[in-house]
């Protein structure tokens, strides 16, 4: 179920409605709400390459900017150059000079946390309204931008499938202990099976997989950790699942190639095992919705479960 539309009220401005045609936006989610709200964006400007740009393409927003430099999902960078989106530059630095160029009437992010929309909310508040959610909660934000384009009934439809989906699979999922590690250029990663976890690892929390001891927590604000070589030994899953890459270089450094090399490496129980599986940065680190859902699972059925 889409969460959010559930915490959405359109209010109606007692004063001045001229100043604000489209009405109030109040979700506590939302940096610096209620927000005013144009009537009917024409211009929309997105801030992440992930959540806020695939989906607001699959609700039908009208984007015409997006920070596109130095994505890893090629699939969503191709449907965003097949829109005609013009790139701001990379996510970390976009530029403003071409953001202002673009002259939206609404400037969306998924930015995670308040402390990130903090220090972006003064920067572009001044050139449209901007809407920076802060939740972890992809399907809520999938409600919200829905409630934009008055899409709701056919993203919770696309909803009710990708749930069938992750209920079929939780059915089939062994009892197969599964390890993830991400492999950057200067350390390692573990997203946890957590209750605030990022949105990959929740799915596979639903669909049933079961994580290591060290990969699991109920801490719903512990959400990742930064494991040295002693402590990757924890990584004792049967099946091991690694990432390079995302949103940084460091599947062109060569420095994954060393890790692999690494006999501390090579001791993991599945590696020893031959079940290791590299699985592509782009559906695991730049989540984007729906489609990346469904790629998640399409390696938790190939890796995980296997043939049947």
Not at 156 to 183: C, G, M, N, Y
Request: overall charge negative.
């Amino acid at each position: 179920m889409i969460r959010a539309a559930l915490a959405l009220t359109f209010l109606s401005l007692p004063l001045d409605a001229e100043a604000c045609e489209g009405g109030a936006i109040d979700d506590p989610s939302i940096y610096e709400a209620p927000l005013c709200l144009p009537a009917a964006p024409q211009r929309v400007v997105v801030l992440d390459a992930s959540f806020g740009l695939g989906i607001g393409l699959d609700v039908g927003l009208p984007i015409v900017g997006a920070p596109l430099d130095r994505m890893s999902d090629e699939a969503l960078n191709a449907r965003a150059t097949e829109a005609g989106i013009t790139s701001l530059g990379f996510v970390t630095e976009p530029s403003l000079e071409t953001l202002v160029a673009l002259q939206p009437d609404l400037i969306v992010g998924f930015v995670g946390s308040e402390s990130m929309a903090s220090g972006v909310y003064p920067m572009v508040s001044q050139l449209a309204p901007t809407l920076l959610y802060t939740s972890t909660d992809w399907r809520a934000f999938y409600g919200l931008m829905a409630g934009l384009t008055g899409k709701e009934a056919e993203i919770e439809a696309q909803f009710a499938e990708l749930d069938a989906r992750i209920e079929d699979i939780a059915a089939r999922v062994p009892p197969t202990k599964v390890s993830v590690v991400r492999i950057t250029s200067w350390d390692f990663q573990v997203y946890l099976d957590s209750p605030g976890g990022y949105a990959p690892f929740n799915i596979m929390r639903e669909a049933g997989v079961k994580r290591s001891a060290y990969e699991t927590t109920t801490d719903p604000a512990e959400a990742m950790k930064r494991p040295d070589w002693e402590e990757l030994a924890q990584l004792d899953g049967e099946v091991l699942l690694y990432i390079v890459g995302g949103t940084n270089d460091s599947d062109k450094d060569g420095r994954h190639e060393e890790v692999l090399a690494n006999p501390l490496w090579q001791m993991l129980p599945a590696v020893e095992a031959g079940r290791v599986h590299r699985v592509d940065h782009g559906h695991w680190m730049q989540f984007s919705g729906l489609a990346s859902a469904h790629a998640v699972l399409d390696d938790i059925e190939r890796y995980v479960i296997g043939p049947e």
